[in-house]
Structures are given as C-alpha cells and as structure tokens.
C-alpha cells in the first residue's frame, strides 16, 4: 500500500519553516540598544543664588538650599545589565558653562578637579539596573573659587 501525502499538511510544513528562518533572519541581525535612565540632582550648599548658563541663555537656576533635578534616558549599546556610572554623558557637557553666584561667577572647565562638567565630580548612586542618581553640590568652595563676572 502506498501513502500519499497530504498536500495541506506539506504546505503547512514548508510555511512553518520559512516562518522559523525569516525570524531567526530578522532577529540575529537586530542591534540591540538598551538605554540607561540618569537622574541628575543639583544641590545649592550655598548661601547664595546659583543660575547655571550658557551665553545669554539660562539652563537652571537654583535657590540656597534647594535642588534641581534633570532626568533623561540615554541610549546605549550595551548588553550586560551591569552598567557602571562612568557609561553616563553628563547632560550640561557644554564648554564655556557659567555658574554665577549672585555677583560671583566661575566658568565650567572639565580640566578643574571640581568641574559641572566631568561626571566624575558627581556622587553616583546606582538606584537599578541601567538607572543612576548623579548629585553635583554647589558649595562654599565654588563660591570662593568664582570671581568677576563678565
């Protein structure tokens, strides 16, 4: 006795197999960007008003004693789930920042050892996977550091 196949059953076959490649296909390819949620807080330890501004153009001001958060998610390329605090972009990395003190005014530079700009001046506090609070202080030192304003 010969069998004879279905034919329904072939196609059904056939269209689950190239189902299987074209996935496989599609997903071996797919660049995989997670993004890393930043939280940065601006601290003003001073007694004196902070406006934090590029040219004529204020990004922030902040009142003695109070803070101003940015939150911002950023792409990446990483794949672990173990992101560390120095994959982060800062997002003031703006050359020629001005912190102004009231009277007092003190231009951002990455090279100073307590820079707005280098996130390696911000205290890093992992909150989750892929998720850090950065905190930047203004504080007396700055305010001292500060001279005439332009």
Same mark, same amino acid.
């Given at each position: 006795m010969q069998m004879i196949p279905n034919k329904t059953l072939i196609?059904?076959?056939?269209?689950?197999?190239?189902?299987?490649?074209?996935?496989?296909?599609?997903?071996?390819?797919?660049?995989?960007?997670?993004?890393?949620n930043g939280e940065f807080y601006y601290i003003n330890e001073t007694d004196h008003n902070v406006i934090v501004s590029f040219g004529n153009r204020t990004i922030f001001s902040v009142k003695p004693g109070e803070k101003y958060v940015i939150k911002e998610e950023q792409p990446s390329n990483n794949r672990r789930k173990d992101v560390v605090s120095e994959e982060y972009v800062n997002p003031l990395s703006i050359n020629d920042l001005i912190i102004r003190f009231d009277n007092k005014c003190l231009t951002a %530079?990455?090279?100073?050892?307590?820079?707005?700009? !280098?996130?390696? %001046?911000?205290?890093?506090?992992?909150?989750?996977? !892929?998720?850090?609070?950065?905190?930047?202080r203004f504080?007396?030192?700055?305010?001292?550091?500060?001279?005439?304003?332009p």
């Open positions: 196609h059904y076959l056939m269209l689950g197999a190239y189902s299987l490649l074209l996935c496989v296909a599609l997903t071996s390819c797919k660049k995989d960007v997670r993004s890393r %530079s990455a090279n100073s050892s307590n820079s707005i700009l !280098a996130i390696s %001046s911000y205290e890093a506090e992992k909150i989750a996977d !892929a998720q850090f609070r950065f905190t930047y504080t007396q030192a700055d305010y001292d550091q500060a001279g005439n304003c």
